[in-house]
């Protein structure tokens, strides 16, 4: 049996989705539904069993509960969270506690780390464990996964445990994310209002606007690669989830004009006072670590990406397993 937390979230339900298709089902979902339209990413999943997370450790910890994984996907996601303490407890304790139950009962533990430990990358994007020492996340949920990150490396944990730093993820079921959702469904959802999509004016002399660049990576290469460690229980250590490809935010919204057949119409507005010193203006996953452990799929291309969300997801308002 497989726990998925955060199973009702968008990397999460994607994860019970694909698993679906590899006819699993034996997998139990723990989330909290809270106020938003999260419910809804579960339509039409199959699972056996759905378990709150505030109940989630307690129950592990007292019963004999039959599992052989648990994949990690909760946590506090939001970029601009400012309550340190709720991070920690959500991001880091809860991690530390599932992590250390795993290891004591031979369990597989997946979890999500975060490309937001590198920071403003000039220390790059190596996944490689001996440099997390001297990563500088530029806000709070960065640090919180840096943190445990950190607390594994220092407990040896990492030979047998699986850290997943995720880039750019977007696709279908991110749609109760609000301001955490990704640029493609921003973009998409001003474009059907207004017609144009704005983005932020760059404020370095080195990138034009727009000219900023990330690694882009769709919901389901996210998945295989996720997936590809539950398969591969000897595989563990750190690794980035992305397509090692930056692009620009220019080629990213070019690619959603034409994959809604409208003529491109971009507005570059001022980057918020707040976001300065914050803002990554560059992000690419080095992922040789995962290529060299027999990482084989094809990734998908940001056009192709965004041809399948808009045509099959977007326009057809369809969530994965729909």
């Known amino acids: 049996m497989i726990v998925v937390t955060g199973g009702a979230g968008f990397i999460g339900s994607s994860i019970v989705w694909r698993l679906n298709t590899s006819n699993r089902d034996d997998i139990i979902i723990v989330d909290s539904l809270g106020t938003d339209e999260k419910w809804k990413n579960l339509v039409g999943l199959n699972f056996i069993d759905f378990i709150h997370k505030d109940d989630f450790v307690k129950l592990l910890e007292s019963s004999s509960m039959k599992i052989d994984a648990i994949i990690h996907m909760g946590a506090n996601s939001s970029t601009t969270e400012k309550d340190a303490g709720s991070l920690l407890r959500d991001n880091f304790e809860y991690t530390k506690k599932l992590a250390e139950h795993c290891l004591r009962n031979n369990l597989?533990?997946?979890?999500?780390?975060?490309?937001?430990?590198?920071?403003?990358?000039?220390?790059?994007?190596?996944?490689?464990?001996?440099?997390?020492?001297?990563?500088?996340?530029?806000?709070?949920?960065?640090?919180?996964?840096?943190?445990?990150?950190?607390?594994?490396?220092?407990?040896?944990?990492?030979?047998?445990?699986?850290?997943?730093?995720?880039?750019?993820?977007?696709?279908?079921?991110?749609?109760?994310?609000?301001?955490m959702r990704s640029v493609v469904h921003k973009a998409f959802e001003q474009i059907s209002q207004t017609g144009k999509v704005r983005l932020f004016k760059s404020a370095k002399q080195k990138y034009k606007d727009g000219e900023q660049m990330r690694d882009f990576i769709y919901i389901k290469d996210a998945v295989d690669m996720t997936l590809f460690f539950l398969d591969n229980k000897n595989k563990n250590g750190l690794y980035n989830v992305g397509t090692g490809k930056a692009r620009t935010w220019n080629d990213l919204v070019a690619a959603l004009f034409k994959a809604i057949?409208?003529?491109?119409?971009?507005e570059y507005i001022e980057l918020p006072s707040h976001l300065l010193d914050k803002y990554q203006y560059y992000t690419e996953a080095k992922i040789d670590k995962i290529l060299r452990e027999g990482y084989s799929k094809p990734l998908t291309s940001l056009e192709d990406g965004i041809i399948d969300y808009v045509k099959n997801y977007l326009l057809k308002d369809k969530f994965l397993g729909w």
């Open 261 to 266: 057949s409208k003529p491109l119409n971009i």
């Open 108 to 179: 597989r533990f997946i979890y999500a780390s975060s490309a937001a430990t590198y920071g403003d990358g000039s220390l790059r994007f190596d996944d490689s464990e001996s440099g997390i020492y001297h990563l500088r996340p530029l806000n709070m949920y960065g640090y919180s996964k840096a943190l445990f990150d950190l607390w594994a490396v220092k407990k040896g944990m990492l030979s047998k445990i699986v850290g997943l730093k995720y880039f750019n993820v977007y696709g279908p079921n991110e749609y109760h994310k609000g301001d």
